[in-house]
């Protein structure tokens, strides 16, 4: 595949057509976000990554998903106004995608191609609690829920895939955060 991530069309939640090539020598947390969702919480700690690592070239983007058991049904305004009222999200946000399935957007096919497997950091892996919810989970390489997590090197290589219940602030996490960041 010759195009990258950057040539990938996006549009930002406030609707202007954009693209991650705004992010070129960046490093990159791209997370399917939702609001509805038990791990919504998510989003304090992803801002909090944000803010203490963009000084260093950090860029976390969210990208607001209703596929996994309809968590994200607001609009572009309403999924905004969320998250800046809610979590103080000051981080990029884009319109709303389809992330599973055959109308996923080619933002994450490409990388789900990229990282077909997610680390998972928990005893019980997260396909094993969505099991216990009686949910029948995405085969791999689909995405399993909402805040799964791709780091994106700063000349745009999907580097790592954490499962859906890392936690922003995990060890793990910021240690690949942080080594990426270290390179130059």
């Known amino acids: 595949m010759s195009a990258t991530i950057y040539d990938i069309p996006v549009r930002k939640i406030t609707g202007a057509d954009a693209s991650l090539a705004e992010f070129k020598g960046k490093v990159l ?7 509805k969702c038990g791990l919504t919480p998510q989003y304090e700690g992803l801002e909090n990554v944000y803010e203490q690592y963009r000084g260093q070239g ?63 950091l928990s005893e019980v892996p997260f396909r094993e609690k969505l099991k216990g919810y009686g949910i029948e989970a995405n085969p791999e390489p689909e995405l399993l829920w909402n805040f799964e997590k791709f780091l994106v090197s700063r000349e745009g290589v999907v580097v790592q895939r954490f499962s859906p219940d890392t936690a922003p ?12 960041l270290a390179k130059s």
Not at 29 to 35: K, R
Not at 88 to 111: N, Q, R, W
Not at 174 to 179: F, H, N, R
Request: charged content about 20%; aromatic content about 8%; glycine content about 6%.
């Open 58 to 120: 950090l860029v976390v983007a969210g990208f607001p998903a209703n596929d996994f058991k309809s968590q994200e049904p607001g609009t572009d305004e309403e999924i905004q106004s969320f998250c800046t009222g809610n979590f103080g999200v000051k981080f990029p946000m884009f319109s709303k995608i389809t992330v599973v399935g055959p109308e996923k957007h080619p933002l994450y096919a490409a990388l789900i191609a990229a990282q077909p497997k997610a680390v998972s």
């Open 29 to 35: 947390l791209v997370v399917n976000v939702a609001s």
């Open 169 to 180: 602030d995990a060890p793990e996490l910021i240690a690949a955060i942080e080594a990426e």
